[in-house]
T-cell receptor, first 111, second 115 residues
């Protein structure tokens, strides 16, 4: 079955520190992968997406993600976290009109 | 563009009552999705429509749940009768149909509490 795994439920980083959120996917050839962010009480907003081509993709708010086929991973990174980045982050895979979401990673940012 | 619009944002009701959640997708989007989000189960796809036709409703929990899309700009998700375990945030999302890789645009959700 198709699945997306986010192994970290909660992560806490200090403001200004770097961030990496992990995402692993299973099944299939070239996946269509996404990262979404959800602020409290809000819907999900797209951060970035990967379809093909350059394996390092840039997104909004200074985020980037790298697709690594050999590791079946699509990790999200940011070099310097801001307090406003505190939110929940979802990795998703798209296939045949369906989006399969990971369970999410909640990011806390310490002052 | 106004984005995906959902109403109500919050609904508190008593067990056994009928609940209707509403969604207006982004104009020009051919696909509409209903998701449910809970702490225990995360984001679950309930049903999706293409050009107002239900394509896959395999995620609908049971017969108490029904969804309609009478036209391209409006969809409803109805729960009758509601139960406490239906308490969740229900999201509507839409996307364009002219690409196989189109992103989903989410509404802000309807938070349902069934007492």
């Amino acid at each position: 079955a198709q699945s997306v795994t986010q192994p970290d439920i909660h992560i806490t980083v200090s403001e200004g520190a770097s961030l990496e959120l992990r995402c692993n996917y299973s099944y299939g050839a070239t996946p269509y992968l996404f990262w979404y962010v959800q602020s409290p009480g809000q819907g999900l907003q797209l951060l970035l997406k990967y379809f093909s081509g350059d394996t390092l993709v840039q997104g909004i708010k200074g985020f980037e993600a790298e697709f690594k086929r050999s590791q079946s991973s699509f990790n999200l990174r940011k070099p310097s976290v801001h307090w406003s980045d505190a939110a929940e982050y979802f990795c998703a895979r798209y296939n045949f009109n369906k989006f399969y979401f990971g369970s999410g990673t909640k990011l806390n940012v310490k002052p | 563009d106004a984005g995906v619009i959902q109403s109500p944002r919050h609904e508190v009701t008593e067990m056994g009552q009928e609940v209707t959640l509403r969604c207006k997708p982004i104009s020009g989007h051919d696909y509409l999705f209903w998701y449910r989000q809970t702490m225990m189960r995360g984001l679950e796809l309930l049903i999706y429509f293409n050009n107002n036709v239900p394509i896959d409703d395999s995620g609908m929990p049971e017969d108490r749940f029904s969804a309609k899309m009478p036209n391209a700009s409006f969809s409803t998700l109805k729960i009758q009768p509601s139960e406490p375990r239906d308490s969740a945030v229900y999201f509507c999302a839409s996307r364009r149909g002219d690409t196989n890789t189109g992103e989903l645009f989410f509404g802000e959700g309807s938070r349902l509490t069934v007492l």
